[in-house]
């Protein structure tokens, strides 16, 4: 039995195995517990792995490549498609292998530790970000309730958790000013650790030469010069820059039939966090334009000029992505053109 590609739907105890010859007919199919499949990949010669970039794909690509495989991960929104009938384990496994050998699905570089491991402290840090956002927003809607309400912002957050803290809340019952403490306690611990994740990420982008290059671009700071580095890798995987904007979903939707062809909003495809990142470094960057005129661009002057600024803004993000990676393909770091 001779083996070409082998289709792995992985999970956390289940491995469900579909193996195709060079003709695509299936010649194997297999169910392998988590701690069989390692030994049943190191017996077998050298083949043509394929997965799911899906969680702990990543990890699973890495043993598998160095026991001699040749791994491919594969987008899960495009397996999806080649699925047949009921939804089963050996069914994915069997669409893993078709998508796999169709020429337009492109591959997921793989991860390696040290990417992974920068790209959990972003999502740990998002997941903190979100949580004393809803602390903060618990606290301003039940002050509210009993007529206290300041202005929105960092500022008058701080003000209503000074007024808990104090205790000088008039018309507040005792026992929901003690609740309120709660909250303002948290709050105040998430923001200390987020804080030391901040740190860690910028201890990170310090001792990485691509994202200290990334960090010369406007617009770009340690988190979004992290988060590109770890999460693009071999940006040469990218054609162009254009091909990176589009995979971080930044470019626009097309609906062409016939001789009409129709654009619409960016795709928002790809990697919601690196673009979320990309846009607020865009906006940074409009803000600082708007007061520093000896420094102005006068692409983003006329555009500012005729168009609203959420579109400026990821108009310049698009931009911005195109640089980093001619900063990745290359070894330069970002050079602003002169401006008469």
Known sequence: MEVDLIGVDIAKRVFELCGVDGSGKTVLTKRLGRAALLPFFAELSPTTVALEACASAHHWARELTALGHAVRLLPPRYVKSYVWRNKTDAADAAAICAASRDPRIHDVPVKSVDQQGVLALHRVRELLVR????????LRAHLAEFGIVLPQGQAGLKGLRRLVEDGDVPGVPAEVLTALKMLSAQWVGLAAQIRDLEHAIVRRH?????????????????LTATALAASVGDAHAFPTGRHLAAWLGLTPKEHASGLKRRQGGISKRGDAYLRRLLILGAHSRLRRHKTDASGADPWLTRLTQRRPVPVVATALANRTARIAWAIMTGQETYHPRHIA
Do not use: C, F
């Open 131 to 138: 949580q004393r956002t809803t602390l903060g927003n618990a």
């Open 206 to 222: 310090r001792s990485d030469e691509l994202s200290r290059r990334l960090a010369t671009v406007p617009g770009i700071g340690p």
